[in-house]
C-alpha cells in the first residue's frame, strides 16, 4: 500500500496529518499479510492500527474485544468519522444479530466487534477469505500471566487455524515478556511480529504525596481544576462512597462506581462521565477499562495499586488526546500491608508479592519517578524527565547517621515485637495504653526522638526499610526488624545518609490556571455538549479537547481551514464544520465588540469578512452577519482584492451599473472623488456600486 494512500486516508477518515510512531509500521506489515503483536501503552493509539487497514482491505476486519461499552463507543466513533461498523454482543437480541447478520452478506460494514462469547454466533457467516484481518483488541486477558485474564479469551486460538489465511493483529498494553510470548503461543501466532511502542506518556505528570489529610490534599488539588474531569481510585467501596459523598458536599459532580452498583446504575455513571455531565468519579478498580473518554485531564490515586501494571494502565486513562494532565498518588504505609495481605492469599503469591514491592519502589522513589516506571516495562530513559515530583523537587540529602541510630536502636530494643506506629510512638515518648501496657516509659530508648514528628520519623523510616536496614515481617504482624547490615550502622559507625523530608506543599500545580469560563474553548466545549446530548452520543466522539484546543488557536472560519485542524476528517468537517465555524466567528465578534474599537486588529477582522466571504453569502449578509456597516464590508473586499485575494467582484455590481462608471469614467475624465460619480447618476447607482466599479476598471 503506497504511503501516500495511508496518510490520505488518516487525514479523510480521522483527521490527522501524521502516524505516531510505529503506528505506519504495523499498518504496513498488516497489508503484507503478517501476524503482528503490538504493545503500545494506554492512549498510545492502537485502534488506528487496525481501523485505517480495515478500511482499504477488501473484506471484513473482525475485531474481538472483551467489554461491551468499549464495543458500543468504539463503533459510534467509527460511524461518526464515516466508516461502517457494528459490533455483536450478549446485549443484543435475535433481531439484531439479524440485521447484523445481513450486513455482513451484503458487505455493508468494514469492521465487526464481536465479543468473544459471542464469537459462535457469527462464525458460520464468516470464511477463510470472506476475512481480511482479524484484531484481538486488549490481547493480554488471554493469558493468566497478565492481570486481567478472562476465561472466554483462551478459546481465541482456534481462529488462527479457522481462517489460516488471515492475517491477525493482537494488540494489549501489558508489556512484560512472559506475558507477551504467552499471548503468542495461545493465539498460534509463534512468528508474529512483535512491535513494542515506547511506554513514555509525556503529557502525563507523576506525583506521589504520603497518604495524610487525605481529602484536604484532594480538595486543594481539585481547587485548581474546577471543570476538568477525573477518576479517583480507591480500594475499597466503602471509601468510594464515602469521598463522593464529602466532595458532593462540597460542590463537586461527584459520583461513586463500583461493582457493587447494579448495571444501569453502573452506566448511566460512565455515560454521564463520558458526556461531561459529572465531573469526578470516585472508583474501583471495576472503572475505566471501558472507557475511552480522551478528556480525562487527571488521576488521582487514594489507595496504592498492587503493581505497576495496573498503576500505569489507570493513570494511562488521563490525557488520551496529548494534552497536558496531572497524576497524584498517596503512598500509605497501611495500604502496603493491606495489599500484602491480598497478595499472600492469591494464587502465585510470589510473583503478586515480587510485584508489590516494584510498586512500593516507585512510591518510595528518591530519583526520577518515570525512570524507574519506565525501567519496569524494560525501557531505559537518558536524561530525568522534568515531569514528576522529584525531577521538578530532588531531595537533598543530609548525615543521618544520629536519625538511623536512634530508630535502629528502638527497634533493637524493642526486640522485633512492634510495627512502625509502636516504635514511632516510643521514639517520641507517646503516653497511650500500648506504651502503658508494655512499660515502654521504661526503655532507654523511650522519647530519645521528641524533636521530629510522628509524619517525618515514618518517612525516615521507611527510608532505611529502604536502605536495607530495617526488615517488615509480614507473617509476624508487621514488626520490624533490624538486618545484618544494621549491625554496621549502631555497631561500627557507618554513615547513613537520609533525604530531606518535604513539607507537603501543592508544588507541581501551583501555576495551574482553570480554563476561564469565557474562553473560546469553553465555547466550543458547550457547543460539542449541545451536539452530544442532540445526537445522544459521548461528546468525545464528536470532537476531543485536543481538536478544540486546536480551533482555539486557529480559528478556521472556512471548510478548508476547518479541514486543516488536527483530528477533522472529512465527515465531521461535513457534519459539524458549519456549527462551530459559526460559534467561532460569533466569539470573534462578540470579542470586537466588547473591546474599544481600536484594538480590533486589521488582519482579523478581514480575514472573517472573508471567510463570511468564501461561504457565499452576499455583502447584505456578511454585513449583519457580522453586525458592522454594508460600507465596512465593501471596503474590507476591495482591500482583499487589492491583497491578491480571488475576490470576484462582479457579483456585487450589475453589470449595466459597471457600464454607467466606465462610460462616465472618461466623460467626467477621472475625477478623484466618489461624489462628482455619484452626483453625475443623480444618485441612481449607490456609493457602494461606484467603489466596487472603479476598482474593478482599475485592475482592467
Ligand atoms: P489505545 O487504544 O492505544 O489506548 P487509542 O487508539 O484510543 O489508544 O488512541 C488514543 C487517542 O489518540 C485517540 O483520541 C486517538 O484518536 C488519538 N490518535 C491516534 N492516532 C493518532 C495520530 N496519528 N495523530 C493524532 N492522534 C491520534
Ligand atoms: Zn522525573
Known sequence: MREAVLLDTLKEYFGYERFRPLQKKIIESVFKGKDNLVIM??????????????ILLPELTLVISPLIAL??????????????????????????????????????????????????????????????LIA?????????????????????????????????????????KATR?????QLNIPEAKKHVASFDRKNLSLEVKPGIKRF????????????????????????????????????????????????????????????????????????????????????????????????????????????????????????????????????????????LDRMKQYSEALSCRRKILLSYFGEYLQKDCGNCDICR?????????????????????LKATEPISAVIDVLRGSQNELIRRNNYEKLRTYGI????????????????????????????????????????????????????????????????????????????????????????????????D????????????SDSEFLLINGVGRKKMEDYGYRFIKEIIAFNKEKRENKPKKKVKKGNTLKETLALYKTGLSTEEIARERGVSLNTIITHLLKLYDEGEEIDLHQFIPGSDLNSIKKAKQELENPTGLRTYYEHFEEAIPYESIKIGLKILEKE
Not at 510470548?181 to 503461543?185: E, G, K, L, S
Open 546 to 557: 485536543a481538536a478544540l484546543k486546536d480551533m482555539e488557536k486557529q480559528r478556521p472560519m
Open 136 to 176: 484481538i483488541d486488549e490481547a493480554h486477558c488471554i493469558s493468566s500471566w497478565g492481570h486481567d485474564f478472562r476465561p472466554a479469551y483462551t478459546q481465541l486460538g482456534y481462529l488462527k487455524n479457522r481462517f489460516p489465511s488471515t492475517p491477525v493483529l493482537a494488540l494489549t498494553a501489558t508489556a512484560d
Open 393 to 413: 523537587n530532588p531531595p537533598e540529602f543530609f548525615d543521618g547517621t544520629i536519625i538511623a541510630q536512634k530508630a535502629l536502636s528502638c527497634i533493637f530494643r
Open 216 to 355: 484536604e490534599q484532594i480538595s486543594e488539588f481539585l481547587e485548581q481544576r474546577k471543570k476538568e474531569s477525573g477518576i479517583i481510585y480507591c480500594l475499597s467501596r466503602k471509601t468510594t462512597e464515602e469521598l463522593a459523598a464529602k466532595l458532593k458536599t462540597k460542590g463537586f459532580k461527584a459520583e461513586a462506581y463500583h461493582a457493587g452498583l447494579d448495571h444501569l446504575e453502573r452506566s448511566k455513571i460512565q455515560d454521564d462521565f463520558i458526556n461531561d455531565e459529572k465531573q469526578i468519579i470516585c472508583a474501583t478498580i471495576a472503572f475505566g477499562m471501558g472507557i475511552d473518554k480522551s478528556n480525562i485531564r487527571w488521576v488521582i490515586h487514594y489507595n496504592m495499586p498492587k503493581n505497576l501494571e495496573g498503576y500505569y494502565q489507570e493513570i494511562g486513562r488521563a490525557g488520551r488526546d496529548g494534552l497536558e494532565s496531572d497524576t497524584l498518588l498517596f503512598h500509605s504505609y497501611a495500604d502496603v500491608i493491606q495489599l500484602q495481605k491480598f497478595a499472600s492469599n492469591a494464587k502465585n503469591e510470589e510473583v503478586q508479592l515480587a510485584k
Open 71 to 132: 464495543m458500543k463507543d468504539q463503533v459510534d466513533g467509527l460511524n461518526a468519522n464515516g466508516v461502517p461498523a457494528a459490533y455483536l454482543n450478549s446485549s443484543q437480541d435475535e433481531a439484531d444479530k439479524q440485521v447484523i447478520f445481513q450486513k455482513i452478506d451484503s458487505k455493508a460494514i468494514k469492521l465487526l466487534y464481536v465479543a468473544p462469547e459471542s464469537l459462535q454466533f457469527v462464525d458460520r457467516f464468516l470464511h477463510d477469505g470472506k476475512v481480511s
Open 181 to 185: 510470548n504467552d499471548i503468542c503461543r
Open 449 to 544: 526522638g521528641k524533636d521530629i514528628s510522628w509524619q517525618h520519623w515514618q518517612q525516615y523510616i521507611i527510608q532505611l526499610i529502604n536502605l536495607g536496614y530495617v526488615e517488615i515481617a509480614f507473617d509476624r504482624k508487621n514488626n520490624l526488624q533490624l538486618t545484618e547490615q544494621a549491625k554496621k550502622v549502631l555497631f561500627e559507625n557507618e554513615k547513613v545518609y537520609l533525604a530531606d523530608v518535604k513539607e507537603q506543599k501543592a508544588q507541581i500545580h501551583a501555576e495551574k490556571t482553570s480554563t476561564s469560563s469565557n474562553s473560546l474553548f469553553e465555547r466550543l466545549r458547550q457547543l460539542r455538549l449541545k451536539i452530544a446530548r442532540e445526537e445522544d452520543i459521548p461528546a468525545y466522539l464528536i470532537f476531543n
Open 41 to 54: 501503552p494506554t492512549g498510545g493509539g492502537k485502534s488506528i492500527c487496525y481501523q485505517l487497514p480495515a
